[in-house]
């Protein structure tokens, strides 16, 4: 049906197709995302800026007018041999990361980072998710807050910003009291963008089946990928060409990660 449909628009010519576009899922549904420094959907997995890296530093950062806010952050890590997690519940240090610590009711600029140490968290653990909440049960846009990650060459503690470091951040818009952020793929070195809200209670990250159903739902092949949606339309109305030098059009990687409105082109 879709192909018939896409037989009555305008040729496309020969058409070439970037194979990374397997790895982006054709958004189904893309309201209620937070703006980012770069707006991805949901499910798209992202290789890591700097190949190099050795830590993965997550950060929540927000601004405390009144002292009484209470925001955290925390990391679920989750291998073959058992489930972890690092909050100011559960503990701030294991083998393989390290919390920053509890921040709360604290006038001013406030923030809390997790560590990952890559190498060591390979040894247990495939995937780490990565949660923030309200626990004082108000809507994350409720305060000015930011999350974010960022690729580090050194597991060390420093007070100086390194902006050129941070991979991708968000601004809370979510009325939710909890999003669930992104995953961390350890072993395929890249993140799984969720951006998914919840309204459980702020120590609902003990619920680790949550967590398990999290990371099936989204490291599971997708139902539809943009590669496939793309096919059809070059089996409908162009031909497929073997490199990006002998195409009219270049479906690429880059310009459906970073602008999902292409994706949505295509969908009709």
Same mark, same amino acid.
């Given at each position: ?27 189904? &549904?893309? !309201?209620?995302?937070?703006?980012? *420094? ?6 798209? @997995?992202?290789? %890591? +800026?700097?190949? &190099?890296? !050795?830590?993965?530093?997550?950060? *929540? ?6 002292? @009484?806010?209470? %925001? +955290? ?21 294991? +083998? ?173």
């Amino acid at each position: 049906e879709l192909k018939h449909r896409y037989s009555n628009l305008d040729t496309m010519g020969k058409v070439f197709i970037d194979e990374r576009l397997k790895a982006i899922p054709v958004p189904m &549904q893309m !309201r209620g995302l937070n703006p980012a *420094l770069k707006t991805l959907v949901r499910g798209t @997995r992202v290789p %890591l +800026d700097n190949p &190099q890296a !050795r830590v993965v530093r997550f950060y *929540l950062h927000w601004i405390d007018k009144d002292g @009484r806010e209470d %925001l +955290d952050l925390s990391a679920t890590f989750v291998g073959d041999n058992g489930i972890e997690t690092i909050s100011w519940a559960t503990g701030l240090k294991n +083998d393989c990361a390290i919390h920053s610590g509890d921040v709360r009711h604290r006038k001013g600029d406030c923030a809390e980072y997790i560590d990952v140490i890559l190498d060591e968290a390979r040894k247990e653990f495939r995937y780490v998710v990565v949660t923030a909440n309200n626990f004082e049960r108000r809507p994350m846009n409720s305060v000015d807050a930011a999350f974010g990650y960022m690729e580090r060459e050194h597991p060390e503690a420093n007070t100086t910003w390194m902006p050129e470091t941070t991979a991708n951040s968000f601004r809370f818009s979510s009325e939710a009291q909890g999003v669930h952020m992104v995953i961390l793929d350890i072993t395929a070195m890249e993140y799984i963008v969720l951006d998914i809200d919840s309204n459980s209670l702020p120590v609902a990250y003990l619920d680790t089946s949550l967590m398990l159903d999290l990371i099936r739902l989204y490291t599971d092949t997708p139902a539809l990928d943009m590669y496939t949606l793309l096919s059809w339309h070059i089996e409908a109305r162009g031909t497929l060409a073997a490199t990006p030098t002998e195409a009219d059009t270049v479906m690429n990687y880059e310009n459906f990660t970073t602008q999902y409105t292409q994706c949505l082109k295509y969908k009709v």
